[in-house]
């Protein structure tokens, strides 16, 4: 059951971001924590979309095994790790991890920059002229 007080729709999701960063979304998405904003507009996903910025991400689709960097090159180096007992499993493993959520949240921006980051940000404008506003009411009425 969805929580009514948390946003749903991508716009909202990124406006209140922006408004809780106060940062325009290009720098929003820059800062550490933004993976929880795109661990959110990732739950916003239809259920069947939800795994395509995991496999379609410049990192698990970097190519062959030869090209280093790419998740099948990193798959095959901690296989090979496997039978070898000096290689440090653990840091082949982490450096899996870290290099798929990378790409991952890179791949949920850089969607979501192209489709709902200006709508956003006209949101998050107008939201902040009505607060003003408002303010100037209460003012006039003082």
């Known amino acids: 059951m969805n929580d009514l007080s948390q946003p749903t729709s991508a716009v909202e ?4 971001a922006m408004e809780e960063y106060d940062l325009p979304y290009a720098r ?8 929880e904003v795109a661990a959110k507009l990732l739950r916003s996903w239809e259920k ?13 689709t970097g190519g062959d095994a030869a090209i280093k960097g790419s998740l099948l090159f990193d798959v095959v180096d901690a296989l090979n790790a496997q039978g ?13 991890g870290e290099r798929l959520v990378k790409a991952t949240r890179e791949y949920i921006f850089r969607v979501h920059a192209l489709k709902d980051a200006d709508e956003a940000e006209r949101l998050v404008a107008q939201r902040r002229r009505e607060y003003q506003r408002e303010l ?7």
């Open 28 to 35: 929003m998405i820059e800062r550490p924590e933004a993976g």
């Open 84 to 96: 070898d007992r000096n290689a440090n499993l653990a840091q082949a493993y982490e450096r899996i």
């Open 13 to 16: 999701i990124i406006a209140e």
């Open 48 to 60: 069947h979309q939800r795994t395509e910025p995991i496999i379609e991400n410049v990192y698990a």
């Open 136 to 142: 100037t009411m209460r003012r006039a009425y003082e």
